[in-house]
């Protein structure tokens, strides 16, 4: 087995417009952070993967081929991955095999959004769902997960103080998180006061529409042995896939219910077994996942098996989840809720998690942090990517 | 998971090309398309550990096109990626899952169904960038004439058929048309030895400037670094070793070109299959037609006991911006021979 693991992550800070790069200079800015955390330059680099999520956010076709240069890529190895909101981490997914199949030994995955200067983000991510039946609804992403969190609430007596409280916990971490992009920490008041976008899921609740990149370069155990490098181990790595269809997740034929995220708990299962984790809350100590709605995270904190179903928003009112409380800290970067440049938020999580593992995350660091774990969601709750990071090599207890 | 050191198989293809499909939506036939693949072994999608699509967003007309076709190709509950850059290499990626230890039964399909755009011109055009390359009007059509007339050297054009893009006629294009191609991979020992098509001997993919001022339009230059890789690492798979070629090149003029610049040797069957015009595809899954006629015409030799060696090229991008190679093999193993 080629063990495969990471040795930089760069990042932006992120904000909502950038007027001071094109498209291609900021996929540049991202391939150039990773790449100067990690010490090498572009030619160490043996293959590159682009993550890029729906060409019509940054409105040109096929646009990994226009950033290729940017990246230093010309004459190497190059694949690009969309796996809808996934795809950041996908890639990182999909550079993993190119390590491990034996073929690479340092893979960079490195790319940017810019949700902003889409004119209206869920204008174009309505146009994602069937245009005969769930499109004229209308679905966006904003109403589709306000569904869940109708079904969450229903289900688990939950209600929106509930998901507010997720809120102020990743403003607070993301205050301290010089990358993050909504800064401001927020009381459960001011969430609860804020204006309703799709009920429950008020703006307070909400992501931001981030401009900024990120990379990660990732290298085979050969390379870092050779070079005296301690990499963040990826020691296990999981996908799976949910059914396209929105009138699927309820009723008596759904595989699963639109309340919980059953799928992605699949996903980390898959994960957890190659890496031995088999009591999640006592194993793992940081859990960087996506879930841009306050809502969303509830679900994916039980998903990663941390809570029990229904349970998760019991653990934020006793104080669990956050920085210094007891037991796995979620999000400490703020999370996908405080930073959402769509096609690199997955790398972000990777890399965030692999800082975590190695101590360098500064601020938001979680003391002592040896496991950590990291996930994205791409399509319409549809797409699930998964990851388990160690500091070291050793068995997991 | 470990890395494998078994062979690496082709075991069930499917295929369909069309110049107009009206009947059946593009979900449609990618069900029927990867239902048929996996029937032809007797296989359901749960046989599969990974479902690998490549699909292009704005030729299909879907805003994330991983979304709709996930369950059409069985992907529902399983691993499922999109790799968007190009056909070919969501084939090279599922090689590479297999390669990796990842996965025993890779299914991997791509398509384009161009009929079902308003424009498929412009959907192209979208594929320039906005501040140069889209005012002058770049698509692959107008690309592939500049790259042909980089390869005339002063020749006049005969010809009485009408120029699409000088100095490209109709008969020197690929033909456009509605496609969907599945191929199902699998690691040795997880198939029946018969039901093998063709052994995956290697592949190369690199890329090159997207900048068409920045490159010699003749040189090739992501080919040559592709075929490299094949070659430093297995030369029995370089390209004076194959039996067969065939090239999904942007015109005819770019596939004499590739012939040429790969020095093949002599008597070597270049697209045995047809010409570009002949086929129903469209330039994103125009490289994996010509791969899947590459294990078609590896499987026909099947039976010989001599080593027949089939490659299928193929280009991404505007003049072959991007190239990827996949050599095929009747027998299985790395002949550094």
Redesign the interface.
Known sequence: MINVGIIGFGQSRFQTKRTDVTFPELVKEGADLALADAGITIKDVDAVVYPLAPDALIGVGNGERWVIDALGATGKPFMRVNNGGATGMSAVLTAWTHVASGLFDVVLVAGADRVSESGSAQSVLNKMWDVGYERTIPLNTITMLALSAQRYMHLYDSDETDMALVTVKNRKHASLNPYAHLRTPITVEEVLASRTLAWPIKLGDACPASTGAAGVVLVSERYAQRNNLKPAWIRGIGQNSETYWMGARVGAKSQGDHADADALAHAFDIAYKQAGITDPVNQIDVAEIYAPFSSVELHVIEAAHLAEKGKSPEGLRNGKFTLGGSGPVVNPSGGTQCTNPIAVTGTIRVGEAANQVLGRTGAHQVPNARVAIASAIGGDHQFYSTMVLCSDLEEIS | ???THLGIAVIATASVEIHHETSKSLEEMIFETSKRALNSLGLSADDID??VLGG????DG???????S??PVG???????????SSE?AL??GY??I????SKRVLVASWAKPSESVDPDR??L??????LLRSVGMNETISAALQASRFLNGKVVNTNEKFVAWPLTRKDLPGRGDSVHVVILAQEGSFEVESQFAWICDA????????LG?RDLANF??LK?ACN?ITQ?NLGSSPENWNAVEIGASSEYAVNAVTEFLQLKVGISVNASGCLSDQFTSPFVLGLSRMMRAIEVTKNAKSSKDRYLAAGIGF???AG??AAVMVFSNTKGVHND
């Open positions: 998971m470990s890395t990974a479902f292009n967003d704005q030729i879907r805003i994330i096109s991983i979304m709709p996930t369950g992907g529902v509950n399983h691993d499922t990626t999109m790799i968007a850059s290499h090279i990626y590479l899952r390669m990796a230890g990842q959907a192209e979208v594929s320039a960038e906005p501040y190369g993919w690199a890329t090159s400037s997207y900048e920045a230059e992501s670094i890789q690492r991404n991008g505007f911006q991007g």
